[in-house]
């Protein structure tokens, strides 16, 4: 079946530590996002890439860097820099218009920074 | 002021119930999405509308363009829809989402 793959569902990371989230798509999409998600508030955008080799920044992109090789993989990677790296992170795609708009998510990492 | 506003925050509703969730935004959009957050995290889109109203069992969403406004309803609750609704619009040039914050929805037996 197609989807959007993250992994891993759960992680635990010492302070200082960069760590790598993974997401992984087989919907052939062009567009791959990274959001994050914090306890009383909506979903905020990290990054996303519209083409293989090319990403722009979202709304709160420090402290963050993706890379975009493949079209199937747009992996994170959460760095020393940020400041309050415990959170919830979602991957998600679509086709961008005009070829459609529908949107699809992955079941989520779960980051605690110790 | 956040640009997709969702009430309530908080809903409680006895099985059985017919439920309304709301979502205004203020933004121009090409795309209104409701999705559905369970307590594992993983979010499943349910609806994504861009005119009308759309049904999907018990579930129909409706927007009204001109308002920038849209519902969510659920039509004989039952305990399993116990979750967070949250409401997404995508912007017209752009292929983001910008979310509303959700409402938490629990259904008791």
Redesign the interface.
């Known amino acids: 079946d197609g989807g959007i793959t993250q992994s891993p569902k759960y992680l635990f990371r010492k302070e200082g530590q960069n760590v790598t989230l993974s997401c992984e798509q087989n919907l052939n999409h062009d ?1 791959m ?1 990274w ?1 994050r998600q914090d306890p ?6 990290i990054y ?1 890439s ?1 083409i293989v080799n090319d990403f722009q920044k ?1 709304d709160i992109a420090e402290g963050y860097s993706v890379s975009r090789e493949k079209k199937e993989s747009f992996p994170l990677t959460v760095t020393s820099a940020q400041k309050n790296p415990t959170a ?1 992170y ?1 991957c ?1 795609s ?1 086709i ?2 005009p070829h459609g ?8 990492t ?1 980051l605690t920074v110790v | 002021k956040n640009e997709v506003e969702q009430s309530p925050q908080n809903l409680t509703a006895q099985e059985g119930e017919f439920i309304t969730i709301n979502c205004s935004y203020s933004v121009g959009i090409s795309a209104l999405h409701w999705l559905q957050q369970h307590p594992g995290g993983g979010i499943v889109s349910l609806f994504m509308l861009s005119s009308g109203k759309k049904k999907h069992g018990r579930l129909i969403a409706t927007i009204n363009i001109q308002e920038k406004h849209s519902s969510l309803h659920i039509t004989a609750s039952h305990p399993r829809d116990s979750a967070v609704y949250i409401c997404a619009v995508r912007r017209g040039s752009q292929g983001n989402l910008i979310f509303g914050k959700g409402t938490k929805l629990s259904v008791k037996p």
Do not use: I, M, N, W
């Not at chain 1, 009383?40 to 955008?45: I, V």
């Not at chain 1, 708009?101 to 989520?108: I, K, L």
């Open positions: 567009a996002y959001y009383g508030q909506g979903l905020r955008l996303y519209q979202g919830f979602l998600a679509s961008d218009p708009t529908e949107a699809f998510f992955g079941q989520g779960r």
